[in-house]
């Protein structure tokens, strides 16, 4: 007689058994799904692009370099309604240079207000993109229910802008405000936390030790923000034929200039020139449909979208494509150990796109674009490493910096053959600190007391929960201090300047891509198109002669099907009529306090307490 089972084992066999079940029943599904979409596209008429379309810009999205999720990823949070709101850089900027030679294309209608996010940078780029669409002789219209003065940049280079009656447009200025810690930390939680650095400027680390910003901090924040103020204000009002002192005026003076227009935002934007009419979106879509053609089945404007456009405009790489090509690898994000998954930068993840890079007899030469406040030094070491290889190689390496490109950034970037720069980047940050919080005054608080013995004074010197011996916080110092001459030393080697002359631009100093040309730490402004051109010329290829190419982490079968799906025009017809892909509101993002102090929290990787960072925290 068989011997019956206890009841916990027969509990946990049933709740794996309900588990494989469900997985099996979500993913036979998710296959129905798709299984179901491709039969319906095989039914379903090729999509075509009519003549005299508006294209429409409004991806209700951050522009960002790279995607944080995988084409899977994406695809299922978009069926499931919760949808990953990211649009790519290079993405916009195909779509808008395609359209201004596309005869189908009349216009652009532009929504700022729906760019949810992004640096100055990378949205200075795209309207440099609409500016090239300007250039070939057609029109660009911008509506929106209310801008920031960052979306407000995309606005000014429309030629009409219009704002709804209740809307508003807002100029602040630039700012960097963060909590500081102290007190709670010192003072209530009896937490002591030793900083190590070198560099009078190298500010990322102060909110843990201070109560406020140091004198230093503030000086150097201060000069790289009225730079990037500035140039920003400059650029609005060349665009809209006014002054960048009326502009600042008009940020300095705005109570009065609201009272002037009786509390109406939008009238006060009017009356400053920031808009040319107040128009709801009805009386926009009316105006547009005069303006071009009606689609009456759906009673607007004949237009198609970014993401529909994009699938007009097919892959970016074709299969079989032997050309020369000019290598993309993109590095976003913080730099950490390991690898990494997409849209963000790991010492053994970045370095291997590189390495497939250089090990690809059909890459030529390589953009490497950065868009990073830094992190890690080792990981960021070893990717520095990788650029030198490549040009040892013979493949030429050019860099192009994004939003950031400060402290890690900075390393990676500076051994390339030539360094572009957005005027706007956030640059520099040249130095090296390390953080080790202790907690043996909180432990004590609650009657908690260390004790026990080592075989060396070293052993156990290194416990949180012991007071950091002095001949410790010596050791890190020192290490902190090579890292800087190792830092210093390599950029004076890589820029062909001597290390005196560095120091006096390093020291964690922060500097605009303007003020880091001025300073030597990069060659030239520009865009990534123009990093990619001078690539190409430094391989000397012909513009016909090659194909720009982004070296990325390799998509599984599943993942290329799915992401196939998503750039296609006719499945995109084929998903909405299944149901999928509804709007959704963006996410919510984690709180300043919650960041600052997961990055306190954060283990060291290697041997020592204290993790050995080039970092920068520097965004505004």
Same mark, same amino acid.
């Given at each position: 007689?068989t011997?019956?089972?206890?009841?916990?084992?027969?509990?946990?066999?049933?709740?794996? /058994?309900?588990?494989?079940?469900?997985r099996?029943?979500?993913?036979?599904?998710?296959?129905?799904i798709?299984?179901?979409?491709?039969?319906?596209?095989m039914?379903?008429p @090729?999509?075509? $692009?009519e003549?005299?379309?508006?294209?429409?810009?409004a991806?209700?999205a951050?522009?960002?370099?790279?995607? !944080?999720?995988?084409?899977?990823?994406? &695809?299922?949070?978009?069926?499931?309604? +919760?949808?990953i709101?990211?649009?790519?850089?290079? +993405?916009?900027?195909?779509?808008? +240079?395609?359209?201004? @030679?596309?005869?189908?294309?009349?216009?652009?209608?532009?929504r700022?207000?729906?760019?949810?996010?992004g640096g100055?940078?990378?949205?200075?780029?795209?309207?440099?993109?609409?500016?090239? *669409? @300007?250039?070939?002789?057609?029109?660009?219209?911008?509506?929106?229910d209310?801008?920031?003065q960052r979306?407000?940049?995309?606005a000014?280079?429309?030629?009409?802008?219009?704002?709804?009656?209740?809307?508003?447009?807002?100029?602040e200025g630039?700012?960097?405000?963060?909590?500081?810690?102290r007190?709670?930390?010192?003072?209530?939680?009896?937490?002591?936390?030793?900083?190590f650095?070198?560099? #009078?400027?190298?500010s990322a680390?102060?909110?843990?030790?201070?109560?406020?910003?140091?004198?230093?901090?503030?000086?150097?924040d201060?000069?790289?923000? /009225?730079d990037?103020?500035?140039?920003?204000?400059?650029?609005?009002?060349? &665009?809209r034929g006014?002054q960048?002192?009326?502009?600042?005026?008009?940020?300095?003076n705005i109570?009065q200039?609201?009272a002037?227009?009786e509390?109406?935002?939008?009238?006060m934007?009017?009356?400053?020139?920031?808009? +040319?009419?107040?128009?709801?979106?009805?009386?926009?879509?009316?105006e547009?449909?005069?303006?071009?053609?009606?689609?009456? #089945?759906?009673?607007?404007?004949?237009?198609?979208?970014?993401?529909?456009? $994009?699938?007009?405009?097919g892959?970016?790489?074709?299969?079989f494509?032997?050309?020369?090509?000019? &290598?993309?690898?993109?590095?976003?994000?913080?730099?950490? !150990?390991?690898?990494?998954?997409?849209?963000e930068?790991?010492?053994?993840s970045? =370095?291997?796109?590189?390495?497939?890079?250089?090990?690809d007899?059909n890459?030529?030469s390589?953009?490497?674009?950065?868009?990073?406040?830094?992190?890690?030094?080792?990981p960021?070491?070893?990717i520095?490493? #990788?650029?030198?290889?490549?040009?040892?190689?013979?493949?030429?390496?050019?860099?192009?910096?994004?939003?950031v490109? &400060?402290?890690?950034?900075?390393?990676? !970037?500076?051994?390339?053959?030539?360094?572009?720069?957005?005027p !706007?980047?956030?640059?520099?940050?040249?130095?090296? *600190?390390g953080?080790?919080p202790?907690?043996?005054?909180?432990l004590?608080?609650?009657g908690?007391?260390?004790?026990?013995?080592?075989?060396t004074?070293?052993?156990?010197?290194?416990?949180p929960?012991?007071p950091?011996?002095? @001949?410790?916080?010596?050791?890190?110092? =020192?290490?902190?201090?090579?890292?800087?001459?190792?830092?210093?030393g390599k950029?004076?080697?890589?820029?062909?300047?001597?290390?005196?002359?560095?120091?006096?631009?390093?020291?964690?100093?922060?500097? =605009?891509?303007?003020?880091?040309l001025?300073?030597?730490?990069?060659?030239?402004?520009?865009?990534?198109?123009?990093a990619i051109?001078?690539?190409?010329e430094?391989?000397e290829?012909?513009?016909?002669?090659?194909?720009?190419?982004?070296?990325?982490?390799?998509?599984?079968? *599943?993942e290329?099907?799915?992401?196939? $799906?998503?750039k /296609?025009a006719?499945?995109a017809?084929?998903?909405?009529?299944?149901?999928?892909?509804?709007?959704?509101?963006?996410?919510?993002?984690?709180?300043?306090?919650?960041?600052?102090?997961?990055?306190l929290?954060?283990p060291?990787d290697g041997?020592?307490?204290?993790r050995?960072l080039?970092?920068?925290?520097?965004?505004?």
């Amino acid at each position: 007689m068989t011997q019956k089972q206890p009841f916990l084992v027969r509990a946990a066999v049933g709740t794996w /058994n309900a588990l494989n079940f469900t997985r099996r029943a979500i993913l036979n599904g998710l296959l129905l799904i798709i299984l179901i979409a491709l039969a319906v596209a095989m039914l379903t008429p @090729k999509p075509k $692009l009519e003549e005299r379309s508006t294209l429409v810009l409004a991806p209700n999205a951050a522009v960002v370099e790279q995607f !944080s999720a995988d084409p899977s990823q994406r &695809a299922l949070a978009k069926a499931l309604g +919760d949808e990953i709101r990211e649009v790519q850089l290079r +993405d916009l900027l195909r779509a808008i +240079d395609a359209a201004a @030679k596309d005869e189908r294309i009349e216009r652009i209608l532009i929504r700022p207000d729906r760019f949810t996010g992004g640096g100055i940078a990378s949205l200075r780029e795209v309207a440099e993109a609409l500016r090239r *669409f @300007k250039a070939a002789g057609k029109q660009i219209v911008a509506y929106a229910d209310g801008m920031e003065q960052r979306q407000y940049l995309l606005a000014s280079v429309a030629d009409e802008v219009w704002l709804h009656p209740e809307g508003a447009v807002v100029f602040e200025g630039l700012a960097r405000f963060r909590p500081f810690y102290r007190e709670a930390l010192q003072d209530k939680l009896l937490v002591d936390v030793h900083l190590f650095k070198v560099g #009078e400027y190298k500010s990322a680390a102060e909110p843990y030790i201070l109560d406020g910003p140091s004198p230093e901090a503030q000086e150097a924040d201060l000069h790289w923000m /009225n730079d990037v103020w500035q140039r920003h204000l400059s650029e609005v009002a060349e &665009a809209r034929g006014l002054q960048a002192a009326e502009l600042q005026a008009g940020v300095e003076n705005i109570d009065q200039l609201l009272a002037k227009a009786e509390g109406r935002l939008s009238q006060m934007a009017l009356d400053q020139g920031l808009v +040319d009419a107040l128009k709801t979106e009805d009386e926009v879509r009316a105006e547009l449909i005069a303006r071009g053609v009606e689609d009456e #089945e759906n009673h607007t404007f004949r237009q198609v979208n970014l993401d529909r456009y $994009l699938g007009f405009l097919g892959p970016t790489e074709m299969p079989f494509d032997t050309r020369p090509a000019v &290598a993309v690898v993109v590095a976003q994000g913080p730099i950490g !150990s390991g690898s990494k998954p997409q849209g963000e930068i790991g010492g053994v993840s970045t =370095s291997a796109l590189l390495r497939k890079a250089r090990e690809d007899e059909n890459v030529k030469s390589v953009v490497l674009r950065v868009d990073s406040p830094g992190g890690e030094v080792f990981p960021s070491e070893q990717i520095r490493r #990788e650029v030198e290889l490549l040009k040892a190689a013979g493949k030429p390496v050019v860099v192009s910096m994004a939003n950031v490109a &400060a402290s890690g950034g900075y390393w990676i !970037s500076m051994n390339a053959d030539r360094i572009y720069a957005s005027p !706007s980047t956030i640059t520099g940050s040249i130095g090296i *600190f390390g953080l080790i919080p202790t907690f043996p005054r909180t432990l004590e608080m609650v009657g908690v007391r260390m004790g026990g013995v080592g075989t060396t004074p070293l052993a156990g010197a290194f416990d949180p929960r012991r007071p950091l011996d002095p @001949k410790v916080g010596s050791l890190i110092q =020192s290490v902190i201090e090579n890292g800087y001459r190792q830092f210093t030393g390599k950029v004076a080697d890589a820029r062909g300047q001597s290390v005196e002359a560095i120091d006096k631009v390093a020291r964690g100093r922060v500097w =605009s891509g303007a003020q880091a040309l001025e300073h030597g730490l990069v060659d030239e402004l520009g865009w990534l198109q123009d990093a990619i051109a001078d690539a190409a010329e430094r391989a000397e290829l012909k513009e016909t002669e090659y194909r720009v190419r982004y070296i990325e982490k390799e998509p599984t079968p *599943f993942e290329k099907l799915m992401a196939d $799906l998503g750039k /296609n025009a006719t499945a995109a017809i084929v998903l909405a009529k299944l149901g999928l892909g509804a709007d959704v509101l963006p996410g919510q993002f984690l709180s300043q306090t919650a960041r600052d102090f997961a990055f306190l929290s954060t283990p060291s990787d290697g041997p020592l307490p204290a993790r050995v960072l080039a970092h920068c925290l520097c965004e505004p």
